[in-house]
């Protein structure tokens, strides 16, 4: 295991300081219904790594576009 673990908090300032803004509060509500990254439980806390985060950040990019009145692929 190579992988830092990074709490809530962590992970929401991770994504943050890769421009892609979201609440440690918004990773806690998707830990409950669901469609937030991958984590895993130590005691009570869920705990993230960057690649999972990385990946589900990936997911949810949009295609990239020209202009705003293009349709996605």
């Known amino acids: 295991m190579t992988e830092q673990f990074l709490t809530r908090r962590e992970a929401a300032e991770y994504l943050n300081n890769k421009g ?13 219904v669901g469609g937030g990254p991958k984590f895993r439980r130590f005691g009570r806390n869920a705990v993230y790594t960057g690649s999972d985060l990385d990946a589900w950040a990936a997911a949810r990019l949009g295609e990239a576009r020209t202009n705003s009145s293009q349709r996605a692929a």
């Open 20 to 32: 892609l803004p979201i609440a440690h509060t918004t990773l806690a509500k998707l830990v409950t």
